[in-house]
């Protein structure tokens, strides 16, 4: 396991939850940190990333959701606020990484994915 996620829950519409991500080794360089989601039986869509300290986030979730990061120690949070029933989906924090200078230089970078983690928004 390389990404560690944990907050997820159940929560009642309107309520907060926060979901943290934390690298279990270390990398030579984070390039985007961020997290997903997927609904049963939908596609897994983007939530919000950092790339090179620039956040994006997706139109539902602007004005509710704040995503954080901290590259140098391997950490992304994500603050859910004013929950509601469609945000309910499993959760995926995602990095991309070169995983030594080794790879830097050759251009090998990964893609790194969390174990899910379960966001129900339900009264």
């Known amino acids: 396991v390389q990404l560690l996620a944990s907050g997820g829950g159940l929560v009642q519409p309107g309520g907060s939850l926060r979901l943290s991500c934390a690298a279990t080794?270390?990398?030579?360089?984070?390039?985007?940190m961020g997290w997903y989601r997927q609904a049963p039986g939908q596609q897994r869509e983007s939530v919000a990333t950092?790339?090179?300290?620039?956040?994006e986030s997706s139109d539902s979730v602007k004005g509710r959701f704040t995503i954080s990061g901290d590259a140098a120690n391997g950490l992304v949070l994500l603050q859910m606020n004013n929950l509601v029933p469609e945000d309910t989906a499993v959760y995926y924090c995602?990095?991309?990484?070169?995983?030594?200078?080794?790879?830097?230089?050759?251009?090998?970078?990964?893609?790194?994915w969390g174990q899910g983690t379960q966001v129900t928004v339900s009264s």
């Open positions: 950092i790339t090179s300290g620039i956040i």
């Open positions: 995602y990095f991309q990484v070169f995983s030594s200078i080794h790879d830097y230089r050759k251009g090998h970078q990964k893609d790194l």
């Open positions: 080794t270390t990398f030579y360089r984070i390039n985007v």
